[in-house]
């Protein structure tokens, strides 16, 4: 009796169902500072979606970007790479070929192989096409071809031409009768721009850079002709890309198709041109910026919704980032610095967006799992470049990654047992935290960038700060510590190489 009750236990749990895979919601904020989410109560901005999200998940106080620019930011966030091992992963212009290499594995190709369906809408920034990209045609290089089922993006980004949405491998409502062309390099003849025609600039003004073509009242980088009616309307970007990712996730339902999702739902707020919708304009008492941070924290609410109404919020993992640190004036007259009041964008730490001081590449980050994620704050040392295997871990999968580490249980705050050490990077420049510490190797050019007034971290001298007393990195220690730059030099080459150079 007791044998056959053992041979029933045991087949009754044989054919029980294996757990069903989450899915898998990243949301991707744009030029989002550490002090602009007002549940890391640094800023005076409310941000009440996000802070659901980071009081309901955990938040962490030690999460990167891998760069303070956006293309190499995500590019390591989709192939789990390090982007300064890679040719050029540097800010791309508008008619950039596709930067991720279509033959190597990427976050969507491993989740798409575990039986993802995968999705990416909003900014993408990686390059489209092979570099003789013609816009009238199907795009043959496009983020369909590393992993993505489906795609609704904006062209490049949103202050340089094309300004059209793609969606797979189509410039979407673009007519045979008026196609469209791009150049960065000339104006196509008698075509007006920001320069000879300044009164077509009715939304904003230029300050420095976006002074070609002019679309929707607003100037941009690049020349750009034709194409009326796919251009994009600025106001309306936001409604459009959620109304996207909702029909995305209405597509794609796991109870329909009995497989799991994975969207990468990039925002475009609060990079620049900040041009929020009217339900939005003047309710931050910030100007464009802030408001446009507001229409960020409005989609975040609405996808979240979307996912409670659906009844998938408990098996959903969802990720909030950035994918670089704050900037105010980035080439428009907006407002950002005069109206900013006592808010703070980058949270007390130095630096900004293009710096390699804390503020350029540490950002809010956030996970959230209804059920499974225990509210906590976690100091725990984490990058977007670990996403390629805790996610593998999460599905079952083989990582693909070296750069990345399995950081899982520190996503679902089971460990705080984060990164031991990470390679920062800035325009090509890098450097390099261990531990509580972070060192600055020596490089020169100027302190300061010219335009954007933010402290980049030039110096002809090594930097060396400890982050646990000297968060706002005031305090150089190289000089005292001579010994621990001696080390931390020594880790940093066996992670980067020759990419890296001393003295």
């Known amino acids: 009796m007791r044998y056959l009750l053992s041979v029933l236990l045991v087949g009754l749990f044989s054919f029980q169902k294996p757990t069903p895979k989450p ?37 962490f106080t030690n999460g990167y970007a891998t760069s303070a620019t956006c293309t190499p930011s995500r590019f390591a966030l989709l192939t789990g790479k390090y982007p300064w091992k890679t040719e050029g992963t540097k800010v791309l212009p508008g008619d950039a070929p596709l930067l991720i290499d279509t033959t190597s594995m990427t976050l969507p190709k491993m989740l798409k192989k575990a039986g993802y369906q995968t999705g990416v809408v909003g900014k993408w920034h990686l390059g489209l096409g092979n570099g003789a990209l ?43 009768a008026d196609p469209i062309y791009v150049n960065y390099k000339q104006n196509f003849e008698g075509e007006p721009t920001a320069i000879t025609n300044p009164e077509l600039m009715t939304k904003l003004k230029w300050h420095f850079g976006h002074n070609f073509s002019v679309t929707n009242g607003v100037p ?31 597509n794609h339902q796991p109870s329909k198709t009995g497989k799991p999702f994975f969207l990468y739902y990039a925002l475009h707020e609060p990079h620049v041109p900040r041009v929020p919708h009217a339900r939005f304009v003047g309710k931050s008492g910030m100007g464009p910026r ?10 975040v609410g609405e996808i979240i919704k979307k996912l409670e109404k659906d009844g998938l919020l408990e098996n959903t993992l969802v990720i909030f980032s950035s994918d670089n640190g704050p900037v105010l004036d980035d080439g428009y007259y907006d407002d950002a610095a005069e109206k900013l009041g006592n808010h703070t964008p980058a949270g007390g730490l130095r630096g900004g967006k293009y710096s ?21 704050v976690s100091d725990a040392m984490l990058c977007q470049l670990d996403f390629a295997s805790s996610f593998a871990q999460l599905i079952g999968a083989e990582s693909y990654s070296t750069d990345s580490q399995n950081l899982l249980n520190v996503m679902l705050g089971k460990s705080k047992q984060g990164r031991a050490n990470l390679v920062l990077e800035a325009s090509g420049r890098l450097a390099f935290r261990e531990g509580n510490f972070v060192m600055i190797p020596p ?20 930097q060396l700060y400890d982050l646990s007393k000297d968060l706002a990195q005031k305090n150089n220690l ?11 030099k020594a880790s940093m080459k066996k992670i980067a190489g020759n990419k890296v150079k001393f003295d």
């Open 134 to 176: 013609d816009w009238n045609k199907s795009i043959t290089f496009s983020p369909n071809d590393i992993g993505f089922d489906y795609s609704y993006i904006m062209a490049a980004t949103n202050d340089r031409v094309p300004t059209v949405f793609v969606e797979n491998r189509k410039v979407v409502g673009l007519e045979a």
């Open 290 to 299: 802030g408001d446009a941070i507001l229409e960020a924290d409005w989609c």
């Open 356 to 376: 390699l001081y804390e503020a350029g590449t540490r950002v809010p980050f956030i996970t959230y799992w209804k059920g499974k994620i225990k509210p906590a």
């Open 220 to 250: 941009r980088i690049g020349y750009m002709k034709g194409g009326k009616s796919a251009l994009w309307v600025d106001e309306d970007m936001a409604d459009i890309f959620f109304g996207r990712a909702k029909a995305f996730i209405d």
């Open 443 to 462: 490089y020169k050019g100027s302190a300061v960038s010219k335009e954007e007034g933010i402290e980049l971290g030039n110096s002809s001298e090594y």
């Open 23 to 59: 899915n898998i919601l990243i949301i991707y904020a744009d030029d989002l500072g550490y002090g602009d989410v007002s549940a890391y109560k640094k800023g005076t901005l409310p941000t009440p979606n996000i802070d659901k999200l980071a009081n309901g998940g955990i938040r």
């Open 478 to 488: 190289a000089k005292q510590f001579p010994q621990k730059i001696e080390e931390m």
